[in-house]
């Protein structure tokens, strides 16, 4: 296997092995990203020389932490002290911050080394870059995490910060074909990242496998990688499968991924049922767009005020819909989704997860839109961990994904059951069941 | 009255009916700079060229919005683009941010000049930065929002932010004998602010009078001020009083204000009953602790990994405690938070306000501390609105300050309750009934 396409845990292990430098792992990245990066145009900013000094000062210095000399990628509204931070927008041309966001500075305080920064669709919402699918360059990669999950999906880099308003980790991880991640909301420290819509913003991660996703979890919130260890689970999955109020907007190939995927862990040894969401979370899509839309008006004032002009269409349209909403309609949205996440940690007790759509369909034809955030959106204001794993091919020979879904602060257990159902979605033979 | 003792309301209607200009209002503020500065050491930047050339611009120009023309103040945690944001830390000493934080640009948007930046405690925490108490300048003015509330209280500016993450902006409102006002968490936008521990960071106010609350409130969220109009009240206010697990550790002039507030809104027409926390609400000191420390220490991670020798003791100090706390533990007291938020908005059901004590007493004399966040913090921590009114002096003829607070969202309720309370307590004569 070529160094570039070397999980980020794999890679670690090798070098505190002495087997591989760093240095040669991200020359190996640097030559993969030449050659592939006039098609894919995932990266907003890197500097090979930086990386490879980076790379050099690791292999000649002690271990810092497990990511020692693992490179990673950073989407472009995280800050960084050595490298551009742009946003995706040309208010921001050649904008340096003077630190790095928390979660890159823990990432590098444990041996990282920050390969460059990638492309965000402007201000992490839906005003598209130049990224495209890297299994098809015709299609959209998804967004707003563009360029993680494109780097990612192409072998330039084992894994990438993203961050997820409506759906801009798991959407794009599913069109990509990669692993997605939004955890609790919270959970990893949001200094230094530029704000979407503050009460939904949350950090992820791209990445091309769960271990490699439990790895760097690790490292950000200073816990033990105990899936890297790939633990056995000490139960039968219940797992609840959740069509969602959005389920007639599935494209075939999605609504087959998930009812297959379903059949499959059944074989698997899982419990599945149908896991019905109550009536009302169908206001979930609205007032997911109300809180951002109204959140994203306020905190993108200074842009509005100065440098209008420089605002993409689509942006203005949102910043404009959110002045036009009345504060009361605000507060009742947050209200509203409130309820709904205390109701749904009531209702998922006893389920290990739910599992449901990535995304609408694979990715659609076409660089003009980023896709339907609906099937994320719903998961990402109500504040539980999400999972997305690829599961099948659309009719244009695209990934499809599939999501798991916990209830706030179930990460760890979520990790480990998508660790399984990976497992057994993954094997050719029928499954063997689980002893418990 | 001299222009630098106007409210900013007073101010801003002078100025609309052009019987005021800002520049005589801002060269008033200047020269009350000018006189007391070398003693409350308030600023932490300040260009007063500048400050008059925004006031001239007012001055010539159409209004801008319900601000226009007022001077405001900004605690050094939040970014300007025109002036230094230095958090109070030698780290980021001659620091400029590339844009104005959401509240600054929602200000400066609605007329309001940006009179200059106020000392913060180092990062907003507890190592205390050179200024005063107005009152007296070998006690402490409070902190973090130091510079903020003794600017405001010393008149050389009628309003300005603040923020609390424990206590930061009651206790120094409480200290130095003004209005603090922490809304609802998540209130006022916080693009631009530098975290400190970003599940409780809250920006608030603080002025003078309760209608400039209202009136930066309503522009910073987009709402009507009517609390300007002085709304009557349309029933007898419900207020419970809550002396809090706390009671024992407040000092002999809060207790008092406490309870003869309580008489007094009493004999005003309020319907006064005990108001007793659940038993397990003793939890919360140590839950925002733990909370604080570990957001701190993965927020600072970048000064943490660069520039660990040029932070406080203090800081130190908190980071390690951050670092030494499992994650588990950190999770876990996420979970308490959030249990005891939603049973005290169900506790609150039919009450107007709580009445609790502002802070432990008096400004403690000396400036090497600003004091104890214990009866701040409790309430930081369930999130909902709160406000502190000056209400008596303590022994040494300090402020002493009392608490109200309200059950999430009920900030115009919180505030209306506040306004009627402060009309009773600042009469002399017998206060006369309500009529429902």
Chains 1, 2 share one sequence.
Not at 34 to 44: G, I, L, N
Not at 89 to 111: E, F, K, N, Q, T
């Amino acid at each position: 296997m070529a160094l570039n396409e070397l999980s980020a845990t794999e890679a670690a292990r090798r070098i505190a092995q002495g087997a591989i430098t760093s240095e040669a792992l991200v020359q190996a990245c640097l030559d993969r990203i030449e050659a592939r990066e006039p098609t894919v145009q995932a990266w907003s900013a890197i500097d090979p020389k930086a990386a490879l000094r980076q790379a050099k000062e690791r292999d000649r210095g002690p271990s810092l932490g497990p990511l020692h000399g693992v490179p990673i990628a950073v989407k472009d509204v995280l800050d960084t002290y050595d490298l551009r931070t742009e946003m995706g927008s040309p208010i921001y041309r050649g904008h340096r911050a003077s630190a790095d966001a928390a979660c890159v500075a823990l990432a590098r305080a444990a041996g990282a080394v920050i390969l460059g920064k990638t492309v965000t669709a402007e201000f992490a919402g839906s005003a598209p870059g130049p990224t495209t699918n890297p299994h098809d360059s015709g299609h959209t990669p998804g967004g707003s995490s563009s360029g993680s999950a494109a780097a990612v999906a192409d072998r330039m880099v084992p894994v990438a910060f993203g961050t997820q308003t409506a759906g801009s980790v798991l959407r794009p991880a599913s069109f990509c074909g990669i692993v997605g991640y939004k955890p609790t909301f919270g959970t990893i420290n949001r200094a230094g990242l530029k704000f979407a819509a503050e009460s939904l913003d949350t950090i992820g991660l791209l990445a091309r496998s769960l271990d490699d996703i439990a790895l760097m979890r690790s490292v950000l919130i200073g816990v033990a990688s105990e899936l890297s260890e790939a633990p056995p689970l000490v139960a039968v999955p219940r797992i609840g499968l959740c069509r969602t109020y959005l389920w007639n907007e599935a494209a075939a190939e999605t609504r087959n991924a998930v009812e297959v995927a379903g059949e499959r862990l059944a074989a698997g040894g899982a419990l599945i049922e149908d896991f019905v969401l109550p009536d009302d979370f169908a206001g979930l899509s609205e007032t997911s767009e109300i809180i951002s839309n109204v959140e994203r008006s306020r905190a993108m004032a200074h842009e509005w005020h100065h440098h209008r002009k420089r605002l993409s269409p689509q942006l203005v349209a949102r910043i404009s819909a959110g002045l036009d909403t009345p504060n009361s309609r605000y507060v009742e949205a947050l209200r509203f989704a409130e309820h709904c996440r205390i109701q749904l940690d009531m209702m998922l007790a006893g389920f290990d997860a739910l599992l449901a759509p990535a995304a609408s369909g694979e990715a659609p034809r076409g660089l003009d839109s980023t896709g339907d955030s609906a099937f994320q959106a719903l998961w990402t204001l109500l504040h539980g961990p999400t999972v997305s794993l690829p599961a099948a091919t659309g009719p244009n020979g695209l990934p499809v994904g599939i999501q798991l879904i916990a209830p706030r602060y179930r990460d760890e257990a979520l990790l480990r059951t998508a660790w399984w159902a990976w497992d057994v979605l993954s094997r050719r033979e029928p499954a063997q069941a689980l002893v418990a």
